[in-house]
């Protein structure tokens, strides 16, 4: 079992950066894959970016490539999402999740969801 926190989110301005924190508490955090995904109101959930286990892999959807981030501290149980050149459509709901099946691009691929961060950018 493993229960994630999401933290840093927050109003921005266009072009501004944000930090976002996935703190997780379980004694597995290493061995899971871990993912940001964001839900907009009226849309999908939409995968941001994700990080292998090992920080050896990392995938991005397209429009953040080159501007978002993400990493990981695995003695520190923390997820990180650095975010860059932030547009007003980059506003959403941010949410880590952790899984057991790899580097996945799908709600689906994740077992473990926090409760989400709230991200907006004013224009």
């Known amino acids: 079992q493993v229960q994630l926190v999401e933290s840093g989110g927050g109003l921005v301005q266009a072009g501004g950066s944000l930090r976002l924190s996935c703190a997780a508490s379980g004694r597995t955090f290493s061995s899971y894959a871990m993912g940001w995904f964001r839900q907009a109101p009226g849309k999908e959930r939409e995968f941001v970016a994700a990080i292998s286990w090992s920080s050896g892999s990392t995938a991005y959807a397209d429009s953040m490539k080159g501007r978002f981030t993400i990493s990981r501290e695995n003695a520190k149980n923390t997820v990180y999402l650095q975010m860059n050149s932030l547009k007003s459509e980059d506003t959403a709901v941010y949410y880590c999740?952790?899984?057991?099946?790899?580097?996945?691009?799908?709600?689906?691929?994740?077992?473990?969801w926090g409760q989400g961060t709230q991200v907006t950018v004013s224009s």
């Open positions: 999740a952790a899984g057991a099946r790899g580097l996945g691009i799908l709600p689906l691929d994740y077992d473990y």
